[in-house]
């Protein structure tokens, strides 16, 4: 049986979160003297802590129940939530899957919890048999997934996913920071079938607003709790929640962007393959292109004397560079560059 409870630092489970001016009175109306703001001003006001009118279209647009919604200073912010919430430091352990995004071990180190990286398979799958062992391990927490995966570009098997939501104890987080761009489905269809389900999103790649820091995480309502007792009150500011508001109404201007970055994702693997210089093109599930090289340190020096900046991807990948899909004039500046060397 799922028990949250047991999972939970104790600390966090006895914690009393901070209460706002705005969380003791809840109105809207009235002359406000409970927060110190200065009554001048167009910024003067304290944002609202729980994000409500931006949970309010998320739901809408992603037909997931407010209750169910976490909205927090980017997904990194959320990573560290997670780590702060579950994990007691020098004690518990958390899992991935490498090579995989950077953050879930720079969470790790802060809070000093340790990371077991299992190594992907050759097709940059999961081997679930290489992990069955570890799903019984003593104080692990969490198990960070990340698909689509950066830097690899491709999707989970659905039924690998599914067998460690069923299997593992502890708490499952899939990282869906490209799912936008998948044909595959989000694992949020899950979120009733099982309580140890957390999906991240973000409004960084799809939703063009990456200066806006905004991070979504769905969960239970319990998990969703504890992620807002532990939070920082106003961890998304006013301008912030305005701007992501204003995009998620405007789901023309989305579509229409995700549309012509797929066709242009289409375009430039087409006009990689015609280069003798390119070895291999990683299947891809996200808005970048894992490609191989004969030397990445090489390659990469040399786009960036054309002022091409790629990513370096050798030191996860041997001689691969991550390429994230641009306007067309930037691929074609890409191309032409990748042709100078
Ligand atoms: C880009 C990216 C994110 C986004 O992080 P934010 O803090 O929301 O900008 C999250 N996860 C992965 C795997 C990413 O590549």
Same mark, same amino acid.
């Given at each position: 049986?799922?028990?949250?409870?047991? &999972?939970v630092?104790?600390?966090?489970l006895?914690?009393?979160?901070?209460?706002?001016?705005?969380?003791?009175?809840?109105?809207?109306?009235?002359?406000?003297l409970?927060a110190?703001?200065?009554?001048?001003?167009? !910024?003067?006001?304290?944002?609202?802590?729980?994000h =409500? /009118?931006?949970?309010?279209?998320?739901?809408?647009?992603?037909?997931?129940?407010?209750?169910?919604?976490?909205?927090?200073?980017?997904?990194?912010?959320?990573?560290? !939530?997670?780590?702060?919430?579950f994990?007691n430091p020098? =004690?518990?352990?958390?899992?991935?899957?490498?090579?995989?995004?950077g953050?879930?071990?720079?969470?790790?180190?802060?809070?000093?919890?340790? !990371?077991?990286?299992?190594?992907?398979?050759?097709?940059?799958?999961?081997?679930? /048999?290489?992990?069955?062992p570890?799903l019984?391990?003593?104080?692990?927490?969490?198990?960070?997934?990340c698909?689509?995966?950066?830097p690899?570009?491709?999707?989970f098997?659905?039924?690998?996913?599914?067998?460690?939501?069923?299997t593992? $104890?502890?708490?499952?987080?899939i990282?869906?920071?490209?799912?936008?761009?998948? +044909? $595959?489905?989000?694992f949020?269809?899950?979120?009733?079938?099982?309580?140890?389900?957390i999906?991240?999103q973000?409004?960084s790649?799809?939703?063009?607003?990456a200066a806006?820091?905004?991070?979504?995480a769905?969960?239970?309502?319990?998990?969703?709790? &504890?992620?807002?007792?532990?939070?920082?009150?106003?961890?998304?500011?006013?301008?912030n929640?305005?701007?992501?508001?204003?995009?998620?109404?405007?789901?023309?201007?989305?579509?229409?962007? %995700?549309?012509?970055?797929?066709?242009?994702?289409? @375009?430039?693997?087409?006009?990689?393959?015609?280069?003798?210089?390119? %070895?291999?093109?990683?299947p891809?599930?996200?808005?970048?292109?894992?490609?191989?090289?004969?030397?990445?340190?090489?390659?990469?020096? =040399?786009?960036v004397?054309? @002022?091409?900046?790629?990513?370096?991807?050798?030191?996860?990948?041997?001689?691969?560079?991550?390429i994230?899909?641009? +306007?067309?004039?930037?691929?074609? @500046?890409?191309? @032409?560059?990748? =042709?100078?060397?």
């Amino acid at each position: 049986m799922f028990d949250l409870k047991t &999972l939970v630092r104790p600390n966090i489970l006895a914690l009393q979160p901070y209460s706002s001016a705005r969380d003791e009175f809840k109105g809207s109306e009235g002359v406000f003297l409970d927060a110190n703001e200065n009554p001048f001003g167009t !910024l003067n006001r304290y944002p609202d802590s729980y994000h =409500k /009118e931006l949970k309010a279209v998320l739901s809408s647009n992603k037909n997931i129940p407010e209750e169910n919604i976490f909205t927090g200073n980017g997904s990194d912010e959320i990573i560290d !939530l997670l780590y702060r919430v579950f994990c007691n430091p020098g =004690k518990d352990k958390t899992l991935t899957f490498t090579p995989t995004f950077g953050m879930y071990q720079v969470a790790a180190d802060v809070n000093d919890v340790a !990371l077991i990286k299992l190594p992907l398979q050759d097709d940059f799958q999961i081997n679930t /048999e290489a992990l069955k062992p570890y799903l019984s391990e003593e104080n692990l927490k969490l198990i960070f997934i990340c698909s689509p995966n950066n830097p690899t570009g491709n999707c989970f098997r659905e039924k690998d996913v599914e067998y460690i939501l069923k299997t593992f $104890k502890g708490i499952v987080v899939i990282d869906e920071a490209y799912i936008d761009f998948s +044909t $595959k489905d989000s694992f949020a269809k899950y979120l009733k079938v099982y309580p140890n389900l957390i999906v991240m999103q973000t409004m960084s790649k799809a939703w063009s607003l990456a200066a806006a820091r905004i991070g979504i995480a769905f969960a239970s309502k319990e998990i969703i709790q &504890l992620l807002n007792n532990v939070k920082m009150p106003y961890n998304i500011s006013v301008l912030n929640q305005q701007a992501a508001v204003v995009a998620l109404k405007d789901v023309t201007t989305f579509e229409a962007n %995700k549309k012509l970055i797929l066709e242009e994702k289409t @375009k430039l693997k087409q006009a990689l393959e015609t280069l003798s210089i390119i %070895k291999k093109i990683y299947p891809s599930d996200a808005n970048f292109w894992l490609v191989e090289v004969e030397d990445a340190n090489s390659v990469y020096e =040399k786009l960036v004397a054309q @002022k091409v900046i790629t990513r370096n991807r050798n030191s996860l990948v041997k001689n691969s560079i991550r390429i994230t899909v641009g +306007t067309s004039a930037e691929n074609e @500046k890409l191309i @032409k560059a990748l =042709k100078n060397i």
